[in-house]
């Protein structure tokens, strides 16, 4: 008798075709669709290979997407659960870096397995794929979110109405930038930390535009510090690729303080002993408030 043939299931397809699925997953939850092309451009794969993908993905996830005339996409429905991703960083940095290899997303890792190398891995911070989702859905259609938050100032949970309108990835975790109604103003809440899937609702969100923060674009300049003799100096400028002894990065004002957390440079630091600080702030008046990192 022919042997049956086996079920698909997420954990027994071969290494290509889960990729390939991976990415379809990612791209419905951080863009709310996808198309066959999406597939074809990454993969190099066929119209009727990535149609066959979206076809098993449906088989498996059955109430995950759905094709919209309109769009001529398909997009994830209120059913969205992942089967794939689970919510850790590495993951979705993975998958984002599929979507476009080109971006510059910033996180501290030391990742090889070797004889020769010792590997210290950041703690993952977990959070629901599915709030990722409904956040991502929020913010493509400019609508406030509801969602119960755990903060480290407030015993309990509170609910909170916010109008997310980017993730950012600070090197250590995921936050939402977003206007808080209670909070009356634009503030980082961390995926992690919400309880509970976030109920999107029909209710238009604070426009991204009054983000000032968010839309005013600093230099932040780094040196080392002037206590170091000019040999350790020059050390110091070569190990962070600094141009005449000075390390610039532009960046949005609303990540400034994550900036620094990362650099480990602000406040006191050149009242700390040099050989241990060896970098500095240069322009004082570009450190923010830090206490949004708590």
């Not at 984002?96 to 501290?108: E, G, Q, S, Y």
């Not at 961390?190 to 991204?208: F, H, Y």
């Not at 610039?248 to 700390?272: C, I, K």
Request: glycine share 6%; with cysteine.
């Amino acid at each position: 008798m022919p042997s049956k043939k086996t079920k698909p299931s997420p954990d027994n397809l071969r290494w290509e075709l889960r990729q390939r699925l991976i990415l379809l997953e990612a791209k419905l939850i951080w863009a709310d669709a996808m198309t066959t092309q999406d597939l074809r451009t990454v993969f190099g794969i066929s119209r009727s290979q990535a149609t066959k993908d979206i076809g098993l993905y449906q088989e498996l996830a059955p109430r995950n997407l759905r094709y919209d005339l309109q769009g001529r996409c398909y997009r994830a429905t209120g059913q969205f659960r992942p089967v794939f991703l689970h919510g850790t960083s590495r993951e979705f940095l993975a998958a984002l870096r599929l979507m476009d290899d080109k971006a510059d997303i910033p996180i501290v890792s030391l990742a090889a397995q070797t004889t020769a190398v010792a590997v210290i891995d950041v703690p993952e911070r977990e959070f629901d794929v599915t709030t990722l989702q409904r956040i991502n859905t929020a913010i493509r259609d400019r609508r406030r979110i509801q969602v119960s938050y755990q903060s480290m100032r407030n015993p309990q949970p509170r609910d909170l109405i916010l109008s997310p309108h980017a993730l950012v990835h600070t090197g250590f975790r995921w936050h939402v930038r977003a206007h808080s109604d209670a909070h009356g103003g634009f503030i980082d809440v961390l995926l992690s930390r919400m309880r509970g899937t976030p109920e999107v609702l029909d209710v238009p969100g604070v426009p991204q535009a009054e983000d000032l923060e968010w839309r005013n674009i600093v230099a932040v300049r780094i040196g080392a510090h002037p206590g170091l003799s000019e040999f350790q100096k020059e050390v110091i400028e070569a190990d962070y690729g600094m141009q005449h002894g000075v390390l610039e990065r532009r960046m949005r004002r609303a990540l400034v303080p994550y900036y620094l957390y990362l650099m480990n440079v602000g406040a006191g630091d050149t009242e700390r002993p040099a050989e241990k600080q060896q970098v500095v702030l240069l322009d004082k008046e570009t450190l923010r408030r830090e206490d949004r990192l708590g």
